[in-house]
């Protein structure tokens, strides 16, 4: 059962309101990326106000908030809409509504009832080398998780996990980390805390956009955990498969919104600015920037919200949202940088935000697989449906 339009447009006027209140007030003055510090302060407001989810149930967000508990109820629509309408102000908070979610409903698809859940988690997907091998992902015997570096050894009482999982992103505070790894030959999925002995957390340090959420290289050398920090029944291939569609698709989603975004501004900044004798609107190059943008954000948000329209059980939803990932983040790129372009050279000063949103959008390009990843498991996954 999914959402009705009354309850799903109340999801998205909750997050249009969240942005323009909470995440636009640390844009006030001259900061580019918005006042780092105030950060942790709107992720707190998220939590109460129930848009932030939690493996916690005593959160607000618990059931409804992003990539929430109540996502077989809800359908995935609500969630992507609602990390669209966050993007518009800032990608990099949305991406931190993103990865929380994401971890959070990991946990819950895995039936655990945890006794003491953390509140803020964060998943740790990628590989030393990327992202699983594609074959894992279609046809498992031909690409056993052997190729997978970290590993988790059965112990008495548990396991111990050896590996690395770069670029993790997550909320300031987070206190766990869902971990997926090598079991023998299978998938494991683990729920680790970041205090653990032997996990080292390292800041990536300046990077090129998204600043708002923390990006660190997780660093697991002899972490030993108890028997039920795993969190799936002996193969976490399809929570594995699951997580992937979901990330795929709320980066999709988080571009789409930054493109809505920066097409706004050029539509106000053309409305405005007077040029040439006539308003900037006026001008035949201005409005085919214009429309070229409006196009391919609207095509980037049609490629998001039918992977959104989905259930996430159908064989369907993960090559649909490699595909959202794949071509709508080119087409959201394209249209942050048509918009930009309205503004001229001022478009690439930090007074207008265009240049952190052509910041924020290219990053997320490199996010969760390369173009050649996800092209060939595109390829061959309709392939294998065929």
């Not at 569609?245 to 600015?273: D, M, N, P, Q, T």
Request: aromatic residues 6%; negative net charge; contains cysteine.
């Amino acid at each position: 059962m999914s959402t009705s339009s009354f309850e799903m447009h109340e999801f998205i006027e909750t997050a249009h309101a969240f942005a323009a209140k909470s995440v636009a007030s640390i844009f006030d003055g001259e900061h580019a990326d918005g006042k780092l510090d105030k950060i942790d302060d709107v992720l707190s407001t998220a939590f109460s106000i129930g848009l932030a989810a939690s493996p916690d149930p005593n959160q607000p967000g618990y059931d409804y908030g992003i990539w929430g508990a109540a996502l077989s109820e809800t359908g995935l629509a609500p969630s992507t809409l609602m990390l669209s309408a966050v993007a518009e102000v800032c990608g990099g908070v949305a991406l931190n509504l993103h990865v929380q979610g994401l971890a959070s409903q990991v946990i819950h698809m895995s039936g655990r009832q945890l006794t003491s859940p953390p509140v803020r988690v964060a998943p740790a997907i990628q590989e030393e080398f990327g992202l699983p091998g594609w074959g894992t992902l279609n046809v498992p015997s031909v690409d056993a998780p052997a190729r997978v570096m970290s590993e988790a050894k059965p112990v008495k009482g548990g396991y111990v996990i050896d590996g690395v999982k770069p670029f993790m992103y997550a909320m300031p505070g987070a206190e766990s980390a869902v971990v997926f790894c090598r079991v023998d030959e299978n998938w494991g999925c683990f729920l680790i805390p970041l205090t653990s002995a032997g996990l080292k957390t390292e800041a990536v340090g300046v990077r090129t956009g998204l600043r708002a959420s923390y990006l660190t290289h997780l660093t697991l050398k002899g972490v030993q955990i108890p028997l039920e920090a795993r969190l799936d029944d002996g193969d976490a291939l399809p929570l594995l498969i699951r997580s992937l569609s979901l990330h795929w698709l709320g980066l999709a989603a988080i571009g789409a919104g930054i493109a809505r975004g920066a097409v706004k501004a050029a539509r106000k900044y053309a409305s405005e600015r007077y040029q040439g004798g006539t308003m900037l609107e006026n001008h035949p190059v201005i409005r085919m920037l214009i429309a070229g943008a409006e196009s391919n954000m609207e095509a980037a948000g049609a490629l998001a919200a039918r992977a959104g329209d989905m259930h996430l059980d159908t064989p369907e939803i993960m090559r649909a949202s490699a595909i959202a990932r794949l071509t709508g983040l080119q087409l959201s790129t394209e249209a942050v940088t048509d918009s930009l372009q309205v503004f001229g050279g001022y478009g690439y000063m930090e007074d207008y935000g265009m240049e952190k949103r052509l910041r924020d959008v290219t990053v997320l390009k490199s996010m969760a697989g390369t173009p050649q990843y996800l092209k060939q498991f595109i390829f061959e996954s309709g392939e294998v449906r065929s």
